[in-house]
């Protein structure tokens, strides 16, 4: 709003090894890097998260440009059963809640006497959060305590759901995660929370939302790789291969195919 950018975000991007930095932002930023200015350069690809008009503009330009995928309002959801630990789960919720009135923040538990723990803890740590406004806002629009029959009901939940950040404190979280199909990022254990996956455990937090991560996975340094694919046939490669190729191409009735195949081997 003062016409400056961060200090921090600066060093960040410096250390980084980013050797260009574009003041601009918002739905205008994505058009400027989709098409060109006469100051902004044409990109290949645009990745990153934004508000709604961000998004929005993302997915107005892919195929002008390519992009990781569109991205809402972040979310959370946590996998527990009686042995976890209810003030460390609440933290969680709340840490996420803070970030923004339409963040999502699920707890999701087979054990009754643990939800109810939890409930007490986000309460209580609530009224004296810097952000309670925030995150009073964000758990009555999205902040869910999700009581299951039996576990195998709340794994089916999660994998449902698919969060962008999923977090288990279970007794054997390890066997937990091999019941995992969709979440973004997953944080196993009491002593890993979401935070760390922000700020220093090495993860990145582009991650997909609102049942993306059932489709594609958060944004890495693949998301930056093209992986074309080789082949190289020998002649008597191709005599084999034939035998395959050529019923395939006669019967979709592309004989140009065929002539390409055959030509070779009669010579």
């Given at each position: 709003k003062d016409g400056k950018i961060g200090d921090a975000i600066l060093v960040a991007a410096h250390l980084a090894g980013a050797d260009e930095i574009y003041k601009v932002g918002g739905a205008q930023a994505i058009g400027a890097m989709a098409y060109s200015t006469e100051s902004i350069p044409k990109v290949e690809k645009i990745v990153g998260p934004g508000n709604i008009f961000v998004t929005a503009a993302k997915k107005l330009v892919y195929g002008e440009v390519d992009i990781e995928f569109p991205a809402g309002p972040s979310e959370v959801l946590i996998l527990a059963d009686k042995t976890a630990n209810a003030e460390y789960i609440a933290t969680d919720i709340l840490s996420q809640a803070e970030h923004d009135p339409k963040a999502s923040c699920f707890f999701v538990t087979d054990d009754e006497n643990l939800a109810e723990d939890v409930l007490e803890f986000v309460d209580k740590k609530t009224e004296d959060a810097p952000r309670a406004e925030i995150i009073k806002e964000a758990l009555s629009n999205s902040g869910k305590i999700i009581l299951t029959r039996n576990f195998e009901d709340a794994v089916y939940v999660t994998n449902e759901y698919a969060p962008e950040h999923l977090v288990i404190m279970t007794?054997?979280?390890?066997?937990?995660?091999?019941?995992?199909?969709?979440?973004?990022?997953?944080?196993?254990?009491?002593?890993?929370?979401?935070?760390?996956?922000?700020?220093?455990?090495?993860?990145?937090?582009?991650?997909?939302?609102?049942?993306?991560?059932?489709?594609?996975?958060?944004?890495?340094?693949?998301?930056?790789?093209?992986?074309?694919?080789?082949?190289?046939?020998?002649?008597?490669?191709?005599?084999?291969?034939?035998?395959?190729?050529i019923p395939i191409a006669e019967y979709e009735g592309l004989f140009g195919h065929v002539d390409s195949i055959k030509t070779r081997l009669n010579k």
């Open positions: 007794k054997d979280d390890e066997s937990t995660l091999s019941q995992i199909n969709n979440a973004g990022s997953i944080f196993l254990g009491k002593y890993s929370p979401v935070a760390c996956g922000d700020y220093g455990s090495g993860t990145n937090h582009v991650l997909p939302t609102g049942g993306g991560a059932k489709m594609y996975s958060g944004l890495s340094t693949e998301s930056f790789i093209k992986k074309p694919t080789v082949q190289k046939i020998t002649q008597e490669g191709l005599e084999k291969i034939s035998t395959t190729c």
